[in-house]
Structure formats: C-alpha cells, structure tokens
C-alpha cells in the first residue's frame, strides 16, 4: 500500500501561482500513475490532471489546461501540480491520489491541502 502526503496550498490571490507536492512511500514510485483531484465546498471530487508513471503520458481536465501543469520526480518520489493563473474557482482542497494502469484507476490518496484564491 502506499502512503501519500500532499502539501503547499494556501492563499493566493487571482492570477497568482502554487505548486503543491505529493511525497509518497510505500511502493515503487515509477510504477505508479498519480493524480491530482479536487473538492470544492458542497461539489463533487473532480480530476484536475494525471501522468504515466515514467511521466511520459499526461492528461488533464478541460478547466486547467495551459495553467496547470502535473509533473514528476521519480527519483524524490514526487508528484507536483504548478498552478498558474489561478482563478476563484480552482479553490478548493486539492488531494494527489495513485494507482496502477494507465488510464489509471486510483486506489490510494493524500490528506489533501487546501488552495483558496482570492483576493
């Protein structure tokens, strides 16, 4: 099983920038697809970006492309979300998550970390 911790929301003001982390532990971490979802108050759990465990592959919702970018580092055991442009409407709690397959299937998640934009 493995163990994820996000961290590096905050407050940010509109069109600003954040990068969250994920660390993770507990299984190989190159063999692992990862994601970033988020949950705003009184909505549902949406996926906001996702990337092939050599990183090779990567997809994200309609909502964040060309501001968000999802990377990582296989050798830190990291995934990152940089979260650029940000807009009122991307706050929300933000959770990496991982899995097997690509397009993946998510079995494991972070605490999450909250991202509030505004001004």
């Known amino acids: 099983q493995v163990q994820l911790v996000d961290s590096g929301g905050g407050l940010v003001q509109p069109g600003g920038s954040l990068r969250l982390s994920c660390a993770a532990s507990g299984r190989t971490f190159s063999s692992l697809s990862m994601g970033w979802f988020r949950q705003a108050p009184r909505k549902e759990r949406q996926i906001v970006a996702a990337i092939s465990g050599r990183g090779t592959s990567a997809n994200y919702a309609d909502f964040v492309k060309g501001r968000f970018t999802i990377s990582r580092d296989n050798a830190k055991n990291t995934v990152y979300l940089q979260m650029n442009s940000l807009k009122p409407e991307d706050t929300a709690v933000y959770y990496c998550?991982?899995?097997?397959?690509?397009?993946?299937?998510?079995?494991?998640w972070g605490q999450g970390t909250q991202v509030t934009v505004s001004s």
């Open positions: 998550a991982a899995g097997s397959n690509w397009p993946p299937s998510f079995v494991s």
